[in-house]
């Protein structure tokens, strides 16, 4: 059975940084656009970014100047680096797959993985 498999959270201090994986167990995220996603307790789901096939990056604002996302397709793994944490932050985080809906917009069509949890310590 399909299903994302994300990975490396934790709890980390403030001013810190965190890096999580994102694979995809029985099918290949090599060819596919991904994005990276998180929910704070109590909050919906938010995109953090997104990466294209092709290694094209998008961030959210919030995350713009101190975060990467990279995929490694010798390893087919999407990976996202979190850098200079805030203090109480805490967010499980996804992965999925984008598509391209009607008008151009992304959209998530699978199922969502179990997440990974980060935290941030002050």
Not at 2 to 15: D, M, N, Y
Not at 56 to 67: E, I, M
Not at 96 to 105: E, F, M, S, T, V
Not at 111 to 122: I, K, N
């Given at each position: 059975?399909?299903?994302?498999?994300?990975?490396?959270?934790?709890?980390?201090?403030?001013?810190?940084?965190l890096?999580?994986?994102?694979?995809?167990?029985?099918?290949?995220?090599?060819d596919?656009?991904?994005?990276w996603?998180?929910?704070?307790?109590?909050?919906e789901?938010e995109?953090?970014?997104?990466?294209?096939?092709?290694g094209?990056?998008?961030?959210?604002?919030?995350?713009?100047?101190?975060?990467t996302?990279?995929?490694?397709?010798?390893k087919?793994?999407?990976?996202?680096?979190?850098?200079?944490?805030?203090?109480?932050?805490?967010?499980?985080?996804?992965?999925?797959?984008?598509?391209?809906?009607?008008?151009?917009?992304?959209?998530?069509?699978d199922?969502?993985?179990?997440?990974?949890?980060?935290?941030?310590?002050?």
């Open positions: 059975q399909e299903q994302f498999v994300e990975s490396g959270g934790g709890s980390v201090q403030a001013g810190g940084s890096t999580i994986s994102c694979a995809r167990a029985g099918s290949s995220l090599v596919k656009a991904v994005g996603y998180r929910r704070a307790p109590g909050k789901r995109l953090v970014g997104r990466i294209g096939s092709g094209d990056t998008f961030y959210v604002q919030s995350v713009k100047d101190r975060s996302i990279s995929r490694d397709n010798g087919d793994t999407i990976y996202l680096q979190e850098n200079r944490l805030r203090p109480g932050v805490a967010a499980v985080y996804y992965c999925n797959i984008l598509y391209k809906g009607a008008g151009g917009a992304w959209c998530v069509r199922p969502w993985g179990r997440g990974t949890q980060g935290t941030v310590s002050s």
